[in-house]
T-cell receptor, first 115, second 111 residues
Framework: ETGVTQTPRHLVMGMTNKKSLKCEQHLGHNAMYWYKQSAKKPLELMFVYSLEERVENNSVPSRFSPECPNSSHLFLHLHTLQPEDSALYLC??????????????FGPGTRLTVT | DAKTTQPPSMDCAEGRAANLPCNHS???????VYWYRQIHSQGPQYIIHGLKNNETNEMASLIITEDRKSSTLILPHATLRDTAVYYCIVRVAMGAQKLVFGQGTRLTINP
């Protein structure tokens, strides 16, 4: 596997379900990100992890819970979602060296539908 | 991060150069210009970035005006696979880790 991978690629879940999205990067990067892309809207940053520490949380509802167990893996735990949470969820990674952060590389995304 | 303005859509004939403009009149001296593209329902793909000088890589060229208030991404020989939404983003390279995506330019390459 190369680059950034995401599983599953498609997910349908009910509002009472609990599910998790998984992201894995094979680039040796030390920063990882979750973005949300709703229909007809720009990508929105949700969370940033740098060196496994959450450094940004963009006012995301608590029904979304990120986890970064190591620099290669990032999870997004989902519970009690609403239909408006249906979107493409994208993971990205980048390298941070000192104070510089380099370009981000994105995974293919998970298409989530909440019924 | 500075705001950018891009045309919502453009068309280009296959084999011709596609020139995508971006205005960033409020750019600061330490902000870089980044270009990403997103092919339908896929994750965005990094293309190129620059600070002051023109840049070229295997995918594209980036021309930044001398006053840095605008830039142009050039795809020298566009193919059908270049059909995508192209995003111009300006951001500092130091410390900042978030990309702020606008609506981008939807580029359609026509056969």
């Amino acid at each position: 596997e190369t680059g950034v991978t995401q599983t599953p690629r498609h997910l349908v879940m009910g509002m009472t379900n609990k599910k998790s999205l998984k992201c894995e990067q094979h680039l040796g990067h030390n920063a990882m990100y979750w973005y949300k892309q709703s229909a007809k809207k720009p990508l929105e940053l949700m969370f940033v992890y740098s060196l496994e520490e959450r450094v940004e949380n963009n006012s995301v509802p608590s029904r979304f819970s990120p986890e970064c167990p190591n620099s290669s893996h990032l999870f997004l735990h989902l519970h009690t979602l609403q239909p408006e949470d249906s979107a493409l969820y994208l993971c990205a990674s980048s390298q941070r060296t000192g104070v510089f952060t380099y370009e981000q590389y994105f995974g293919p995304g998970t298409r989530l539908t909440v019924t | 991060d500075a705001k950018t303005t891009q045309p919502p859509s453009m068309d280009c004939a296959e084999g011709r150069a596609a020139n995508l403009p971006c205005n960033h009149s409020t750019i600061s001296g330490n902000e870089y210009v980044y270009w990403y593209r997103q092919i339908h329902s896929q994750g965005p793909q990094y293309i190129i970035h620059g600070l002051k000088n023109n840049e070229t890589n295997e995918m594209a060229s980036l021309i930044i005006t001398e006053d840095r208030k605008s830039s142009t991404l050039i795809l020298p020989h566009a193919t059908l696979r270049d059909t995508a939404v192209y995003y111009c983003i300006v951001r500092v390279a130091m410390g900042a880790q978030k990309l702020v995506f606008g609506q981008g330019t939807r580029l359609t390459i026509n056969p």
